[in-house]
Each structure stands twice: as structure tokens, then as C-alpha cells.
């Protein structure tokens, strides 16, 4: 009884709402860290990246908690908004509702509905193609010394031709290469297999970098595309807006001795954060 209360209750489902709502808070910080990268980092360091957030085990579990979070945390907001439509289905006689709420705690549905496209948009254009498509792999352009006895003619690189860019680091552990997708097979996203067959050839990364630097500055659909993303983290700003300090309400943490504090927070995370992830669409297209 108590089950099926905290999951159809009105309280029950802020409850819920509240705590899916602070975990990705969490995730935002996260895929931020990691994102900022392409402004502060290198290819390498970014792919890196890219390939520890799709590899590591624990990530993923992390990964399947947030896209559960994400879902539940939407089908959650639609249900308390047709709950609260429905417990007061004729409206008030007079109703100033500008002078009892703020503009976005009144339309979280609309800004949480446009959160949903862009997340949807967001995980075709880049979350998919990591995962499933063929991509292009990291270029990395160096002097390149054989290592003693290395034979490279046999193993199919042309060191005269300049068909192929490579690799090897410092240790002699990673080989990284260009233009060979026709000659071996990517698994694990970093591993390179002669094609056909399961010899292990060398390691490198997939080349998300370049896909998401293509994206921005595409002669055709960058400028768009980049709009789309700078308004996008403009409806993310106002769902925090009210978002943040109303999860900790939902949990109880509403005590006047802490609430400015509280608010002050959520004013500075709702603007910082998508300040910062809508910087780096305008820095790749204008900017990199």
C-alpha cells in the first residue's frame, strides 16, 4: 500500500521527480567536465574521452541509470501536470498567476517537452553514431620512427605515399592511423583487426572529435545547428531556474535558515551550467 502510494501520489511522484531531477544535475556537471574539452583539450584527449564514457563498465551502469532517469523523470513530469490539471478542473475565478509563481514553474511541461527534443536530437547526432555508425578514426600527424625490426611494408602501410597517417606513442603501445577503414575491422571502438579475420592489428580511438567539430561548422547547417543548441541550453537554464531549488522543497529541505542558500545555488547552477555548454557550439563555429 505504502508502494503504490509514494509511486501515484501526487507527493509520491515529486518525490521521484525531485530525486531523477538532482541525479542528472549530477550527469550535467559530468558531461560538461567532459565536453569542455573541446575547447581546452586536444582530439586525443577528447576521444579519449568519448571512449572511457562508452567503455568503462561502471560508466555504463551510470549510463543506464541516467537514460532511466531521463525517461522516468519526463513521464513523471507529463503525469503530475495531467494530476494537477485534473484535481482542479475548473480554474479560479480570478486567477494572477504572475503574481504567485514565476514564469517558468508554470511552464515546466512546454520546457521540459523541448529538453526531450533536443535530447533526442542530441543522441542521433553524436550518442548513436559512437555507438552504431562507421566513423571516421583519429588522425594524429607525427614523426613516425620503426620501431627496430618492424617490417611496415608487410603489414600493409605505405611509408612513401602518404596514404596513411600513424602513430606509435612513446611507450610503443598505440598506433593511431587515417584512411583504412577498408582494411580493417573496428571493434570495441579502438581496436583494430586485420579485416576478415582475428588478428589484432593495432589500437586507436574513433574520431567523435572531428564528428562534432564537422557538425558545428558545417558550411550548409552549422550556423543552424548551433542556434539550435544555444536555444536549447536557454529552456535548460529556465528549467533549472525553478527545477533546482524546487527537488530539495520535494525532499523536505525547506527550512528558511538554508532556503537562500539554496536558491542562490540553483540561480548559479541554472546560468553557469548551460552558459558553458552553450559556449562551445559558438566557440567551434565562430571561433575553432
Known sequence: MAKSALLKSSIGKKYWMALTGLFLCLFLVGHLAGNLQLIFGTDLQFNQYAYFMTSNPAVKILSYVTYFSILFHAVDGIMLTIQNKKARPIGYV????????????????????????????HMVNFWAKMHFSHMPLQQQEVNFQPMP????????????????????????????????????????????????????????????????????????YGLVFTIFYVFSMVVLAFHLMH????????????????????????????????????????YIHFIK
Do not use: C, H
Open 94 to 121: 480570478k486567477n494572477n498567476a504572475a503574481s504567485n509563481s514565476t514564469w517558468q514553474s508554470r511552464n515546466m511541461a512546454v520546457l521540459g517537452t523541448l529538453l526531450l527534443v533536443f535530447i533526442a536530437t
Open 149 to 220: 625490426g618492424m617490417d611496415l611494408k608487410a603489414q600493409g602501410i605505405n611509408t612513401t605515399t602518404g596514404g596513411m597517417v600513424y602513430k606509435i606513442d612513446q611507450e610503443g603501445k598505440e598506433i593511431y592511423f587515417d584512411k583504412v577503414e577498408g582494411e580493417l575491422d573496428v571493434r570495441n571502438n579502438k581496436e583494430f583487426y586485420t579485416k576478415g579475420t582475428d588478428i589484432k592489428f593495432a589500437e586507436g580511438y574513433k574520431d567523435l572529435y572531428k564528428i562534432t567539430i564537422e557538425f558545428f561548422k558545417d558550411p550548409t
Open 243 to 282: 527545477g533546482f531549488a524546487s527537488a530539495f522543497q520535494s525532499l523536505g529541505a525547506n527550512n528558511p535558515k538554508y532556503n537562500g542558500l539554496i536558491n542562490g545555488l540553483g540561480k548559479f547552477f541554472a546560468i553557469v551550467v548551460p552558459l558553458l555548454f552553450a559556449i562551445i557550439p559558438i
